[in-house]
Nanobody, 129 residues
Framework: QVQLVESGGGLVQAGGSLRLSCAASGRTISVYTMGWFRQAPGVDREFVAAMSGGGGRIYHADSVKGRFTISRDNAKNTVYLQMNSLKPEDTAVYFC??????????????????????WGQGTQVTVSS
């Protein structure tokens, strides 16, 4: 099993930037597809970005394309979400998630929260207007 811990959230003004980190332990993340999701109060958990184990497949939600970038450093066993040009509607709890690569061979699985087996506790991002 893999354990995930997110960090880097906080309060930022609209137009600002944050970088979220997801530190993994227990297993190397190179065998996992890694994803970022977010959830605002009263809203279903929403896909943000995902990257396959080898980094060859990357997806970003339309709402964040051009502003957010997922990356991974397998040597540090860490996944990142660089968030630029933040908007108030980006306010949410952001979760890191993982699923073993052989179970996540399609875009549908990689971009759906039900496709992931392991989750972090989340980190709050608040964007003020």
């Amino acid at each position: 099993q893999v354990q995930l811990v997110e960090s880097g959230g906080g309060l930022v003004q609209a137009g600002g930037s944050l970088r979220l980190s997801c530190a993994a332990s227990g297993r190397t993340i190179s065998v996992y597809t890694m994803g970022w999701f977010r959830q605002a109060p009263g809203v279903d958990r929403e896909f943000v970005a995902a990257m396959s184990g080898g980094g060859g497949r990357i997806y970003h939600a339309d709402s964040v394309k051009g502003r957010f970038t997922i990356s991974r450093d397998n040597a540090k066993n860490t996944v990142y979400l660089q968030m630029n040009s933040l908007k108030p509607e980006d306010t949410a709890v952001y979760f890191c998630a993982a699923v073993v690569s052989y179970k996540s061979t399609t875009a549908q699985v990689m971009t759906t929260h039900s496709g992931y087996d392991y989750w972090g506790q989340g980190t709050q991002v608040t964007v003020s207007s």
